[in-house]
């Protein structure tokens, strides 16, 4: 796909669109007035929130079309590669994007909980799909702060800018849970699968050789970034992932507390355990009494 280009300042990322600078630490671009373009690759520097106008039918998540097809929210945070690859063809973007670098938010309360908004660590697959009225709010709020980057900075325009930002982002927060309900059909399959991992690999003897599951470890056997799968299950269980996990492992472990002449030390490496005690400690933590102790009760 080409070289990556590195895009670290707001100004980089302005002459990259062919648009003017207003602001040094931040931007808002409208893609209907930026030239074509066939592809790129941009390793970023910047915090970036893209909205696409596509008819999100088109697109494809695993085998369900997106559940809109008025508006799609890309995120991506400092450190990431992304880019676009059209086979040759030339393309005519259509939609907004806000970017801004992190000394726009440093020292400020939304700097101290931009690491919360775990939708920056998201796949581009599991983007935000948006309703008309959601776009509509999104869409105010690039207004406002395009309004501000617009007007001679003053000591009033960052804190303006970034109290904008963050009202974007928890809207985001919002539209997000809303996501999570509204494919609840996709969440019970991934629910499923993860169910069937969890149980494949306590019984095949994976844990034995790999140790404990992980929680990125399952994102990745079900295709999703750990956030998100993070994310999801939570708002589907009310459990992390990782408490989630140890519930079943701690399930698995009672029925081998079952088997007649099993030591608790060969039960605990047969769990992926590395040391019987670290075994004890989370059986203990969960249940309340030691391995030893729930065996003899039975």
Avoid: W
């Avoid at 980057?149 to 997000?176: A, G, W």
């Amino acid at each position: 796909m080409g070289t990556i280009i590195k895009i670290d300042t707001v100004k980089k990322y302005n002459e990259a669109m062919g648009i003017d600078t207003k602001h040094p630490l931040v931007s808002v671009i409208n893609f209907d007035e930026i030239p074509t373009y066939i592809q790129f690759r941009r390793h970023m520097g910047l915090y970036c929130i893209f909205l696409k106008n596509v008819k999100c039918g088109d697109i494809r998540y695993g085998c369900q079309p997106y559940d809109y097809e008025d508006g799609t929210l890309v995120f991506i945070s400092p450190g990431q590669v992304y880019g676009i690859d059209s086979s040759g063809k030339i393309i005519k973007p259509s939609g907004r994007a806000l970017v801004f670098h992190p000394d726009l938010i440093l020292r400020t309360q939304l700097g101290s909980v931009i690491k919360d908004y775990n939708f920056f660590s998201y796949a581009v697959h599991e983007a935000l799909h948006l309703s008309k009225k959601e776009r509509a709010t999104i869409n105010d709020c690039l207004d406002k702060i395009e309004h501000e980057i617009d007007l001679n900075i003053d000591k009033h325009s960052k804190p303006l800018i970034v109290s904008n930002i963050e009202l974007l982002l928890n809207y985001c927060k919002r539209f997000y849970d809303r996501q999570f309900i509204t494919r609840n059909h996709v969440n019970i399959d991934i629910l499923v699968r993860f169910e069937e991992l969890l149980q494949r690999y306590f019984g095949s003897g994976k844990a034995q050789t790999l140790g404990l599951p992980t929680v990125t470890y399952c994102a990745e056997q079900l295709h999703l970034s750990p956030n998100y799968f993070g994310d999801l299950i939570k708002k589907e269980t009310g459990s992390t992932a990782l408490d989630y996990i140890q519930t079943k492992l701690i399930d698995q472990a009672k029925e081998k507390l079952f088997i007649p002449g099993k030591s608790i030390n060969q039960i605990a490496d047969e769990l992926g355990f590395k040391y019987q005690q670290h075994f004890t400690r989370l059986f203990k933590q969960k249940i309340g009494i030691t391995p030893q102790e729930f065996r003899n009760l039975n």
